[in-house]
């Protein structure tokens, strides 16, 4: 008879649990800030207001509300991680791709396949198949990516034409070597006294260093990933053209995003590298001024890649099942607005038919330039330990770029800081 009555009370538990999840509404963590509650997927063109716009259009299409939580992002992966160990994540939480495998391997994240199974909705049906890849660990999915984003040389052809550095067509001459870079640097000075490129004081840097040495043929971690892989002639070689860049006055790699951004759009610089994020806001601001490309090939040794990240969703492993069932419905239904994701500059993950790929290719004027290259090209690091590996080696490559150590150096010392790093992580 106790047995019984212990029996009821769980049961009755369990049920009056599922009765409170069936009630409220999907809560979903992003951090990209609070957006417009007008515009639309079509009148979007920021982050936050486009996101806004694609929750609200896949809330139609769901046919039930939800909560959007705006989650700082300095230190989301910290409250994110803190979350996930007390249980109190949304059901669907915002991640980059690039931090997902550890969260993969310890069982934080729902298995998708799992849930593409139970519901009979496949991914690979409705994104790119071989984007996948990148979100899977041991032959199954976990997460559910939403876009491609890297960063972009985007160009003032104003400046760029001070220094007779367009072609025939009124397009830029992209250099194809160091030294063709070097060249069109030094034109544009002499023309304008003005340095040729800027980028900002923050993880971007890195990420043009870790472009340029995979094209050098050099890789960032060693095969096992555990340790760094770039203090050699490659990443010297790169680290070097870098620094004589900065040296010598052509390139500031250590602007704020306010002060390189304001620069571009002025004429005060004559091209930045920057995000996907940020096309839509200046091709506003500057119209057909403006040409945006991927970060160029400098280096022939090794394939043409650039770094790249993604955005994806992830699902809390701890959730019951029929909750992780509904949040990955709800994904599906904002996939199928993942191509509006494109306002932004980004790019959507979604199989796109013709008409969808003209209407990204055709936005801003058609300065979309990057779409293919950057699908091809684009490579995201699947570190296989946590946290941030770019902000631990900035600090050594500013000093090279300050002319306050050598490029040997600032590689050295990077290279051992981010062991040092990687060993804390295990």
């Known amino acids: 008879m106790k047995k019984s009555i212990v029996f009821l009370v769980i049961a009755g538990i369990l049920l009056f649990a599922m009765a409170i999840f069936a009630d409220s509404p999907l809560v979903l963590w992003q951090f990209f800030g609070v957006g417009s509650a007008t515009q639309t997927i079509k009148t979007a063109y920021t982050e936050a207001d486009t996101f806004y716009a694609i929750i609200r259009a896949a809330e139609q299409t769901y046919g039930a509300s939800v909560d959007v939580v705006p989650v700082n992002w300095g230190n989301y992966y910290t409250i994110l991680n803190q979350a996930l160990s007390s249980h109190k994540a949304g059901d669907i939480d915002i991640m980059h791709v690039e931090y997902l495998m550890p969260y993969a391997k310890a069982g934080l994240v729902a298995n998708i396949s799992n849930l593409e199974k139970v519901t009979g909705i496949y991914l690979n049906k409705i994104i790119q198949p071989q984007l996948l890849d990148a979100v899977s660990y041991n032959g199954n999915i976990y997460a559910v990516r939403w876009d491609i984003h890297a960063f972009l040389w985007d160009i003032n052809k104003s400046e760029f034409a001070k220094a007779g550095l367009l072609d025939k067509n009124g397009n830029p001459i992209i250099p194809t070597t160091p030294e063709e870079f070097i060249n069109e640097a030094e034109k544009y000075k002499a023309a304008t006294g003005q340095p040729f490129v800027y980028s900002d004081n923050g993880e971007s840097t890195p990420w043009e260093f870790y472009s340029w040495l995979l094209q050098n043929g050099g890789q960032f971690l060693t095969s096992d990933g555990m340790k760094a892989g770039f203090d050699t002639k490659a990443g010297l070689d790169v680290l070097s053209f870098m620094t004589y860049l900065t040296t010598h006055g052509l390139a500031n790699f250590s602007m704020t995003v306010p002060d390189e951004s304001s620069a571009l759009q002025n004429g005060k610089v004559a091209s930045i590298f920057e995000g996907t994020w940020m096309v839509n806001q ?120 300050l002319g306050k150590a050598t490029p040997q150096s600032a590689l050295s010392q990077a290279a051992d800081a981010l062991n040092r790093f990687i060993s804390q992580q295990q």
């Open 282 to 401: 200046y091709a506003h601001s500057m119209g057909t001024n403006l040409y945006v490309t991927n970060l160029p090939t400098l280096y022939h040794v090794g394939p043409a890649k650039v770094w790249a990240n993604s955005h994806s969703f992830v699902i809390p492993a701890y959730l019951p099942l029929q909750r992780q069932i509904e949040a990955y419905k709800f994904l599906v239904d904002m996939l199928k607005y993942n191509l509006y994701w494109g306002n932004t500059g980004h790019i959507p993950v979604v199989q796109l038919s013709q008409d969808q790929l003209d209407y990204l290719l055709n936005l801003n004027n058609g300065d979309r330039h990057y779409y293919e290259d950057l699908l091809k090209e684009g490579t995201v690091l699947n570190q296989p330990f946590a946290g941030d590996p770019w902000g631990v080696i900035l600090p050594y490559f500013q000093q090279a770029f």
